[in-house]
Structure formats: C-alpha cells, structure tokens
C-alpha cells in the first residue's frame, strides 16, 4: 500500500501548481475559479489524513499495526516536478468530485456503524473483530485508492495521456464506488442481526418479568 506521505506530496505537488497557472492580470472569474480549486484539494487532504487517522487507530486497536509510512520523496524534486500540471479536463472531471465524495462516505458511515455495533453489546468479541477486520480491509482498499486518484492527478507521478488519465479516474471510480455499495449492504446485514438479537432479549426479559414471583 502506497505511502499516505506520497499521497499528501502529490497533492501538494498540484497545489503549488495550480497557483502557478492564473496570470498577473487575471480576471475575478479565473480568481475564484483558482480558490475553488485550493478548497478541493485543502478537502481532499483533510479526507486523505482522517482516513489514515481512522485506519490507524482501527488497526492498532486490534494488534496489527500497519507501516503506512514506507518510502521518502525528495523535497525539491516535488517542488520541481510540481509545476508540470494535468489539464483542467482532468482536474474537473466529474468522477474526481465523485470519488472523493465516496471515499468520505467509506469512512464516515464505517466509523459510525462501527461504533454502534460495538456500544450494542450484541456481539462477541471474535464477532466484533471479524467485523473490525472488514473494516480494516475496504478502509486500505479506500486509501490505496485515494493514493492512487492523487497520482493520477499529479503529473509528475505518472506520464499519461489526458484519455489515459480519465480511464483511471474511472477505474478507480467503479473500484471505490463498488466498495461503498459493500460496505452499506454489510453494515445493513450487520445492522438486521444487531435488531433481531435485541429483539430476543427483549422477548426474554418480557418472559423473566411475566413470570418472576
């Protein structure tokens, strides 16, 4: 799995870019159109560092503490090979908004579900990291995913065409979209058997009081 430093450094990469591209004399449209664009890519990094914070204290929690830190870059190289930008076809491609709107989803609704299922005390503990490992799994799926949209979007990470980067950007969109389905027919599924077994001890309380002396 890519380092979440890379990530962050490629991000950075097309912010430095992005402030490279609005000429002296540009008009208040092209200004705003440029801030918009700073706040996609401030978004994208915030949602970048929680999903690693989130998969951190997931993993530790449960003894199998990932090294998500492999490998360095070169500062200057990154400021360097910042400047070679993708196109603005690229960068505002709707799939782009898309993907980032499912990765915050995966974690969002993970983080939420989990903690219910875990305060419910329906579940085991083998039960609890079963579901935990689940978690564990599409969250990694989730990040390698992001590492991968930001290499895409930083010319300097990888030589393609604009056709060539827009198929990646779908192919990381059907991946991350598909991943999101799971997660919400797992937590359904998850949810169903958390009511049903409230259900029976509900049922068996009602029972233990109709007939306590």
Same mark, same amino acid.
């Given at each position: ?113 989990? #903690?219910?299922? @875990?305060? &419910?005390?329906?579940?085991?503990? $083998?039960?609890? +990291?079963? *579901? ?23 010319? #300097?990470?990888? @030589?393609? &065409?604009?056709?060539?980067?827009? $198929?990646?950007? +779908?192919? *990381? ?41």
């Amino acid at each position: 799995m890519r380092s979440i430093k890379m990530s962050i450094a490629g991000l950075f990469c097309l912010a430095l870019s992005a402030f490279n591209v609005t000429p002296a004399k540009a008009q208040s449209f092209e200004i705003q159109q440029l801030i918009l664009d700073v706040a996609k890519l401030a978004q994208f990094k915030s949602i970048l560092s929680e999903m690693y914070d989130g998969y951190t204290i997931l993993t530790k929690g449960y003894g199998t503490v990932k090294n998500l830190t492999q490998g360095n870059f070169n500062l200057h190289e990154v400021f360097l090979d910042g400047l070679l930008q993708v196109s603005p076809e690229v960068k505002k491609y709707q799939r782009v908004a898309d993907i980032i709107a499912d990765e915050s989803s995966i974690l969002s609704e993970y983080k939420k579900k989990y #903690s219910r299922f @875990r305060n &419910s005390g329906r579940f085991s503990i $083998s039960e609890l +990291d079963y *579901i935990s490992n689940i978690y564990e799994r599409l969250t990694s799926a989730a990040l390698h995913n992001a590492a991968d949209l930001a290499d895409v979007l930083t010319a #300097s990470k990888l @030589r393609m &065409s604009d056709d060539e980067r827009l $198929s990646a950007i +779908d192919r *990381i969109y059907l991946d991350t979209n598909d991943k999101l389905q799971f997660l919400r027919s797992f937590n359904s599924r998850t949810s169903i058997l958390q009511a049903q077994r409230q259900k029976q001890v509900n049922e068996t309380q009602t029972l233990q009081n109709l007939y306590r002396p």
